[in-house]
């Protein structure tokens, strides 16, 4: 079973606050193709603390009707995996096979992102 564990939900969250990511763009100082990425992503980018403080503080900045700051948690969406058991006693499994497949193909969109996160 192929599931996503950790949802990324930056998009959901800047449509509840009515940020714009033109405006999110400009906030960090990163082009809108860096943040059209970033909206995009079905999974957790590769983010360190620093990046991601940022990224919360400009979306604090940025939203409308804010009842509360927006925190990491705000951002991700964990949901525990039902399959737990029998993916750790079969390591060569396709479906973990595939998810580090996955995880190669995302690792060149984390490191644009992080690069850019982190000169903002």
Excluded at 40 to 55: I, W, Y
Excluded at 72 to 82: E, G, K, R
């Amino acid at each position: 079973m192929n599931q996503t564990l950790i949802k990324w939900k930056l998009k959901e969250v800047m449509a509840r606050y009515d940020i714009k990511a033109g405006d999110l763009a400009n906030e960090l100082n990163l082009s809108a193709n860096s943040v059209s990425n970033l909206r995009k992503a079905k999974t957790m980018p590769r983010l360190d603390g620093h990046s991601l403080n940022n990224l919360c503080n400009a979306l604090n900045r940025l939203a409308h009707d804010l009842d509360r700051q927006i925190t990491p948690f705000d951002l991700i969406d964990y949901t525990q995996d039902s399959d737990t058991s029998a993916s750790s006693e079969n390591p060569n499994s396709s479906s973990k096979s595939s998810a580090l497949s996955q995880g190669r193909k995302s690792s060149a969109i984390d490191a644009e992102n992080q690069a850019c996160l982190t000169a903002a």
